[in-house]
């Protein structure tokens, strides 16, 4: 099986290329500058090159501060973006795996989220990727919109390397609880996803981790686990955040049906991330932006 990865080079980009390899298919992983999404026809040019089975559209604009200042640019990457990529699809008869995110809700269930709840983006972000969701749908292009969250792993903007960045520079750390959220490693979701493209039906489907808790649960185990048990974190609220774009207060994510449908279960999210930090162990955290809510989705 060929698979073309858009935006392969970020944060879920390398696990995933990596795990679709050791499944057997040929990956080609392209990015900006050489595949700029919101070039239509560099789009169509790479998938008539390449003839993919499958496209994995991760290409996005990540930064949910910024799209929220600059929502054309977020409409345009990840909204028109999607478009393109899923109408180069239809034309080169490949199958999309359309990655989306937890910020098409507003976060106000009290019960953890299923394919079936309604959508009601709160921020920019939000609104650009569920509007991308949109574009594929009426694409008719076969394939799946995997909603995901909270993910963490090696290389940029980790909010796990952030953490420990802070604590063993001595500095203070502050981090909200009031936010509950799936942290997933992307590692295991790369797995998932890989399943996802080799055996589930076509459709909507949530990922993540099982379990949940608040970024400040999550940045204690990641102290807890790092040899930090001593070292304090103050409590704050998103608000004393004040960050631009508003978050889901709950991402709390039920993922029977994709566990079902791909037959691969994801494990419990503390287990993954001690398996993260024992693999990071030795190595230097690369993280830059050390941030207090989880950042981006
Ligand atoms: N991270 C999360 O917690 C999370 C949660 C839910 C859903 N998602 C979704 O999962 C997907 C992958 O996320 P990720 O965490 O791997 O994000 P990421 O690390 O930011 O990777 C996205 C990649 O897309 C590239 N890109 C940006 N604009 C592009 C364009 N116009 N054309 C082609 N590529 C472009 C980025 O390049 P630059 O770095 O140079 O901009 C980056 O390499 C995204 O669709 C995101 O919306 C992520």
Redesign the pocket.
């Given at each position: 099986m060929k698979v073309l990865l858009?935006?392969?080079?970020?944060?879920?980009?390398a696990p995933l290329a990596a795990c679709l390899r050791a499944d057997g298919a040929d990956v080609r992983v392209t990015?900006?500058p050489e595949?700029?999404?919101?070039n239509g026809a560099a789009v169509r040019a790479v998938l008539d090159e390449f003839a993919p089975d499958v496209v994995v559209?991760?290409?996005?604009?990540?930064d949910v501060d910024a799209c929220e200042r600059d929502p054309e640019r977020a409409h345009s990457?990840?909204a028109e973006?999607t478009r393109h990529v899923a109408e180069a699809c239809v034309a080169a008869g490949a199958r999309m795996l359309y990655?989306?995110?937890?910020?098409v809700f507003d976060g106000r269930s009290g019960a953890p989220y299923t394919e079936a709840d309604t959508t009601r983006p709160l921020s920019a972000y939000g609104r650009s990727?569920l509007e991308g969701e949109r574009h594929v749908r009426e694409s008719g292009v076969g394939g799946w919109i995997v909603r995901?969250?909270?993910?963490y792993g090696r290389?940029?903007?980790s909010f796990a390397d952030a953490i420990l960045l802070r604590a063993r520079a001595g500095e203070e750390l502050r981090v909200v609880t009031d936010q509950t959220v799936c942290p997933t490693y992307a590692d295991d979701l790369a797995a998932l996803l890989s399943a996802t493209v080799a055996r589930a039906a076509d459709g909507l489907y949530l990922a993540a981790n099982t379990g949940a808790c608040t970024w400040h649960e999550f940045a204690r185990a990641v102290l807890d686990e790092s040899g930090f048990a001593e070292l304090p974190i103050a409590e704050i609220t998103a608000a004393d955040l004040g960050r631009d774009a508003p978050r889901p207060t709950n991402s709390r994510f039920d993922c029977s049906a994709l566990e079902s449908a791909a037959q691969h279960a994801l494990r419990p999210w503390r287990e993954a991330l001690r398996d993260y930090l024992a693999a990071q162990r030795g190595s230097v955290p690369t993280a830059t932006d050390a941030e207090c809510d989880?950042g981006?989705?």
């Open positions: 858009t935006g392969g080079r970020g944060l879920l980009g990015d900006v595949v700029d999404v919101t559209h991760l290409a996005a604009w990540t990457v990840n973006g990655v989306s995110t937890d910020y990727k995901c969250q909270s993910i290389g940029k903007k989880g981006r989705s």
